[in-house]
Structures are given as C-alpha cells and as structure tokens.
C-alpha cells in the first residue's frame, strides 16, 4: 500500500502554509468554491456507470468531483468506454477511488496529470485482484493520501508521480504506502527517487511500504550513475556508483574492496555489514539515503565485526524501514558500547525518526549512556571499596 505522510503545518494549531491562495479546507464541498473548478465541469455523482456516464463533463480539462469519482465493482463501463468519457480530464480536483473493478490497468487514466484532494482526501487503488500495473504514465502532481494495495499489482508504472502541497488547503496530510500487492511487486528507482524528493516526506508509516526494486534496465534514467547490486558482487562492482539497487552485503574478504563505495550516496536496498575485520566505516561517508522496502529486514544492520571500533554515518539523513528497529548493531566490539556518541550521532542525523529506531546490543541510546554510567560508578565503589580495606589492614598490621 502507498502511503506518504507530509507534515507541513498543522489545522490543530492553526497555522497556514507558506505560498498559499486563500484555503477551501474548512468547507464540507470547497470544490464549489475553487475558482478552478468552472460551472459546467462538475462531476455530480460519484461512481462511473452507464446511468452516470451522461453527467460526466467529457469536455474539460479540469474536472472537479465534490462527491468523489469512483470506478468500482459497480462500473458498467469497459475500459474502451472510460477511455473514451476520461480522455480530456487532464487535472481532477476531488479523491480518486479505483476499487474492487474488474480492470487490468488504470490506463484509461492515462491522460490525467494531476489530482487535487485538498490533502486530506485519497487517490485509492485497492482491492483490483485482476490489475497487474497502474499504468496512470502522466500522473504527476499529486496532493491526496495515496493508498495503492491489495491488488495483483506486478508494478506501478508511475514513473512522474511526485506529491506536493495542494495551494489551496490549509494543512498537509499527504502519505504513501503500498503493500499486499503479488508477490513479484517491483518499484523502479525513479519511482522511489520521485517519491523521497521531498525531505519533509515520510515514507514509512507503520513499516507498511513492502516490496521489491525492480531490475535496472537500458531505460533507467537517473543523473548520476547507477548501479545494480544485486546481480554482481562488491568485488565486481564499478566504481564511482552514486546510486546503488539491491540489498548490499559487506562480509568477510570485502575489506579490501569498500573504497568503491566512496561516491555511495542512496541505496535502493537494505544494508548488511556481518562478519568482517574493518574498524570503522569512514567509507560509507557521503551515505545519504537507504530506503529499504525489503520485508521484516533491518533497513541497517551491523553484527559480529570484532575489530569494529569506530561508527559513523555522517551524511545520512533518511532512511525507509519496514520493521520496527530500523538500525541494529549486535555483537560488535565492545568500544561501541563504551561510547554512546556512536548511537546517538546516527539518531540525530536522523531527526524525523524516533529513538526506539537505533539499537546497540538491544538498547537504545539513552540505556547505552546509563549503562556506562552505572559501570563507572560501579567501579568507582569497587575502588572506593577497595581503600577501606587496604586502610583496615594497614592499621591491623601496624
């Protein structure tokens, strides 16, 4: 399921977001009261059938659907038809539900450009046992909660989709999951990249963000250079890489070839470094972004490095997880323990995540620092201890 949550500002306090037209939100309908929406481009209904299907304004560009439009299990419609009534809407302004339909695709959405929903309502594509891609390929510009699961979904081909800010709310309640969908579900690179342009964007939201990346083909078209973990190894990979597919293992024998990922700056994929001899991590440097979608796997995790004195992710700034402790470190050197900057220069680079997400040995950093704490001031009483005894039989002796 496609969820992203953007926490621009808030109704509950009553703030206003920046560049803004005068905000609808507070209407039931505000869809009569945008100057965009034109008499005679009204969507009067909400499903899409034969009985409705005369009501639709075939001939606007921006339609607007008070009472939602709806393509359901109740549409009596072929695709040919949808194709044929939907072929000028290039901009809806109200939620878009295709739910419980009959269909393979939503290409006879394929003209839509942009969907308003005034940030609070939804673009739902669920429950389409029969639809193996979204195909909506000039859809970009989206301000509605978007929910696409429980669908035979084999991938998305939204390659523009990006969610912004609707100009006419007042508050953002913008989020993307996507989850359920066949078990060959894929995501391109571009999808993702499109979806985490904004910083403010949360990805996340309860680990429901769950499938695979799809295969980097002769079409994937990032600025800089990208390259595909999962059919080589370290050793083989180029070097230079700045994007990185596939799940990325550093284990024993790859000391020697780290250097390469110097220039690393997003992994599409989750991180696992296990069994090694380096003492630090200086070569993960300008790591910003590991966006996992890989189900119950750490989006981080660092085991069983003995030599492993020294951690530090100076760059990163988000990350994608679908278990609850994002980043685990276990069974490392027991330096780690003894410093709790370790933990928490990772926790605050992360600001937007919540502590219980960065773990060393199970504990958060908090119980980090207190247990070295409580280590000192035992040792402290151990010495303390250890005085009286010596003063005792010094005067004993004497």
């Known amino acids: 399921m496609l969820r992203f949550l953007l926490f621009g500002c808030f109704l509950t306090i009553g703030l206003k ?6 905000p609808l939100i507070d209407d039931e309908y505000p869809e009569y009261n945008d100057p965009r929406c034109l008499s005679g481009c009204f969507f009067e209904s909400n499903i ?3 009985s409705t299907m005369k009501i639709f304004p075939t001939n606007c560009s921006t339609v607007c659907a008070p009472y939602s439009l709806h393509i359901s299990i109740e549409t009596d419609l072929n695709e040919k038809q949808l194709t044929n009534i939907l072929k000028n809407m290039k901009h809806l302004i109200g939620s878009l539900y295709v739910f419980r339909s009959k269909f393979t695709s939503a290409k006879f959405l394929a003209n839509l450009e942009t969907i308003d929903c005034y940030n609070i309502g939804t673009l739902t594509i669920s429950l389409n046992p029969k639809m193996i891609e979204v195909g909506m390929t000039s859809l970009s510009n989206v301000s509605c909660r978007v929910d696409i699961s429980a669908n035979g979904l084999y991938r998305l081909n939204m390659p523009k989709m990006k969610l912004v800010q609707s100009p006419y709310a007042n508050y953002s309640t913008l989020d993307l999951e996507f989850m359920s969908n066949s078990d060959d579900f894929c995501v391109t690179v571009e999808e993702m990249s499109n979806f985490m342009e904004s910083r403010e964007v949360v990805l996340d939201r309860f680990g429901r963000t769950t499938g695979k990346y799809c295969e980097l083909s002769n079409t994937t078209n990032l600025p800089q250079k990208t390259c595909d973990i999962g059919k080589v190894s370290l050793e083989n990979l180029d070097s230079g890489c700045v994007n990185l597919r596939g799940d990325l293992l550093i284990e024993e024998g790859d000391e020697e070839h780290v250097h390469k990922l110097e220039t690393l700056e997003t992994l599409f994929g989750n991180l696992h470094i296990t069994k090694t001899n380096l003492t630090n991590t200086n070569f993960l440097g300008k790591l910003k972004n590991v966006m996992s979608i890989t189900e119950d796997q750490p989006t981080i995790l660092v085991d069983f490095n003995e030599l492993l004195t020294n951690v530090s992710f100076p760059s990163l700034n988000r990350i994608l997880s679908t278990v609850h ?3 685990q ?8 323990l003894q410093n709790p900057s370790f933990c928490y220069n990772i926790l605050n680079s992360l600001n937007n995540q919540t502590t219980y997400r960065t773990r060393f040995d199970g504990k958060v950093c908090e119980d980090v620092e207190k247990s070295i704490v409580k280590d000192d001031k035992s040792k402290g009483s151990a010495f303390s201890n250890g005085l009286w005894v010596l003063m ?3 005067l004993v002796f004497v």
Do not use: A, G, R, Y
């Open 17 to 22: 977001c920046d560049n803004q037209t005068e």
């Open 329 to 336: 470190f276990n069974n490392n050197s027991k330096e780690l």
């Open 392 to 394: 005792i039989l010094t």
């Open 325 to 327: 402790v994002s980043i």
């Open 48 to 50: 899409l059938q034969v």
